[in-house]
Structure formats: C-alpha cells, structure tokens
C-alpha cells in the first residue's frame, strides 16, 4: 500500500507541473499574459519555438504599476519544485504601441534577475512559491513586458530535457531614470538547447558552478 501510494506521488510529480499565473497578487492571468499552460501546467521543451517568448495563449487586460527599485511578486503555482534556476527579464513597450498586443519580438529583452543555487553535496535552489525581483531603479519610467521563468533541470542531462516554465507579465515602472538597458536578447534566440546551464546532469558528478542561460545580467 505504501509502494503503490509512493508511485502515484511520484506519478503526479511527474504530470503535475506548475505555471506562473500572477504577480503582485492580481487576479491570475490579467496583468500576466494567460499561458498555453493555464489549464495542464506543461513546460516548452524547445528553446527554439516562440512558446519560449511568452508561450502566450492571450493577451493580458491590465497592467501593475512597480515603482523602479522596488520588488515584483512573483508567483509561482503550486512552486517551482523542480530544482532549477529562477530568472526575470524586463522588454521596453515602445512609444505608441499598446501593452495588452505589442509582440515583444527581436532583441528587446534585457534580464534583472538569475538565480545561482547553493553548491554542496546537491544543488540548492530556491524552489519558492514566491519570488521577489527587484526592478532596477534607473531603468526609464514606462510600460514593460517581465518575462518570469523557472527552469526544471531534474532531467535536463539531455538535450531538450529542461522544463521551461513561464509567462509574460504587464507592468507600468514608475520614477526611474534614464539608463538605457544593455545586454539585449531575443526570444527566441537567447537559449541554446546546448547552453551549459540548460544540458547539464545536476546529479552526478554534482556541478561546482552553474552559468545561467542567457545575456549577462543588466545593472545600474
Ligand atoms: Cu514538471
């Protein structure tokens, strides 16, 4: 009985999965972008699709406002259990262009966040239900899209074994400066299935470093 119970949580384990459906505490899909995932809570696989942009189902109907410098909260639902790296990118709307349509395609995107697990006898991640990411204090006031995602690396010895989950949320950066983000990347097109933070054993030999896919982190 136990046996058979263990299996179906292992079952559900591997089935369950999770989205990233709201920040800030809003109604779930309307300041994010609601995901191709809202109902099974599946990954994109395929670091090459345009699923790895926003993997949008529809478009977003609000917009949060964050004053620059503070923190954004993201949720995670149920939690990024799988071990993996957490990381935020932020892609200015331009001028004119409404923040519930604009396709943030080409190079648009500039990262604020990546998170580095603990090293030791495994690796440490923060697997949170949560994640406070603090949007730089002198990036221009303005409508942005955040790009959230939490990568699984449970099986990503493979090549298309990492997990991506994520989704697009709209927020409006009050104050601010005038620094014009650097370091910018597109999706697709930043990720590479080879990239030595997405085809990696996490498990053994057990990494002593990890590189975060992706451009190099923009600060002010
Ligand atoms: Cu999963």
Redesign the pocket.
């Known amino acids: 009985m136990k046996t058979f119970a263990l299996l179906l949580a292992a079952a559900s ?6 989205t990233l459906p709201t920040i800030n505490g809003a109604p779930a899909w309307s300041a994010v972008r609601q995901a191709k995932n809202w109902q099974n ?3 994109v696989g395929d670091v090459t699709s345009s699923d790895i942009r926003c993997n949008q189902l529809y478009a977003g109907n609000e917009t949060v406002s964050v004053a620059a410098g503070s923190s954004v909260k993201v949720n995670v639902n149920p939690n990024a ?2 071990p993996g790296p957490f990381q935020s990118y932020l892609a200015k709307v331009p001028e004119g262009q409404d923040v519930n349509k604009w396709d943030p395609t080409g190079a648009v995107w500039f990262r604020i966040y990546a998170e580095q697990p603990k090293f030791g006898s495994q690796l440490t991640w923060l697997s949170a239900a949560n994640y406070d990411i603090k949007i730089p204090s002198c990036i221009p006031a303005g409508k942005y899209l955040m790009r959230n995602e939490h990568i ?1 690396l ?1 099986v990503a010895q493979s090549s298309g074994g990492a ?1 991506f ?1 994520l989704s697009c949320a709209q927020i409006e950066v009050t104050g601010g400066g005038s620094k014009t983000p650097t370091n910018l990347a597109a999706f697709p097109g930043a990720y590479k299935a080879s990239d030595p933070g997405i085809l990696i054993n996490i498990n053994y030999p057990v990494p002593t470093s990890y590189v975060n896919p992706g451009p190099a982190t923009f600060t002010c």
């Open positions: 384990a591997v089935s369950a999965h999770y809570n599946g990954f259990y799988h699984g449970h997990q989950y």
